[in-house]
């Protein structure tokens, strides 16, 4: 009778044990589930994530390019203006208006992948080409150095703009111009060039006066 009784607590405890280890398996099982759905949707998300950051780089290289090329193409007609004949200015205007109808149409095509900070600096360059373009400004040579600083200041801009952001960094050694703003496009670019003139003077002074410690 004991020897029954003994036998058939062996066999509960046994029956227990198989029981939990099936629940230990199944939660297990679960568990692994639930860990493996979420590792699943995370690796997708951040899939997701590359692929648009991948896309908007990719976007904003191929809009800086674009936007970069129509800035070159003012920059030889203000080079050109700057060098040439009163009788062949109004020609080389022409199509200096129609190129910088252009720059401004790329602009607003890309407008949407850059801050307003950028917009407003691209929007003080196309002021200063806007006036001789215009016949506003009457370009001389001694304008032709101005118009090379403009564009490297512009180069740098597009530089700015793809690492702030982009890339959510501030490169070092890209200083821009500080343009003054006017309503008058002309008083704009006299007062800005003035500025620049000034600065160029004073640097160019430095230079000379280390030259010859």
């Known amino acids: 009778?004991?020897?029954d009784i003994e036998i058939r607590k062996i066999q509960l405890e046994h029956k227990y044990q198989v029981r939990r280890l099936w629940l230990d398996k199944i939660l297990l099982g679960l568990i692994i589930g639930v860990v493996v759905f979420f590792a699943s949707m995370y690796m997708e998300n951040f899939k997701n994530t590359l692929n648009k950051d991948r896309f908007l780089l990719e976007s904003r290289l191929t809009a800086l390019k674009e936007?970069?090329?129509k800035y070159s193409e003012l920059s030889?007609?203000?080079y050109y203006l700057s060098k040439a004949k009163e009788d062949e200015k109004e020609q080389i205007r022409i199509a200096y208006k129609g190129r910088l109808d252009v720059f401004m149409a790329t602009l607003n095509k890309w407008s949407i992948l850059f801050s307003d900070k950028f917009a407003r600096q691209v929007e003080f360059h196309y002021w200063s080409h806007q006036a001789p373009a215009h016949d506003k400004y009457n370009l001389k040579p001694e304008h032709t150095e101005y118009g090379s600083y403009m564009f490297d200041d512009f180069d740098n801009l597009t530089r700015i703009a793809l690492w702030?952001?982009?890339l959510g960094e501030s490169p070092?050694?890209?200083g821009?111009?500080?343009f003054e703003d006017k309503e008058d496009i002309g008083d704009f670019f006299e007062t800005?060039?003035?500025s620049w003139k000034k600065k160029q003077?004073?640097?160019n002074k430095q230079l000379n006066k280390d030259a010859t410690r």
Do not use: V
């Open 172 to 174: 070092k050694g890209y």
């Open 1 to 3: 009778m004991c020897e």
């Open 201 to 203: 003077q004073k640097h």
């Open 76 to 78: 030889s007609d203000y």
């Open 164 to 166: 702030e952001e982009t």
């Open 67 to 69: 936007i970069r090329d």
């Open 192 to 194: 800005n060039y003035k």
């Open 176 to 178: 821009l111009i500080t």
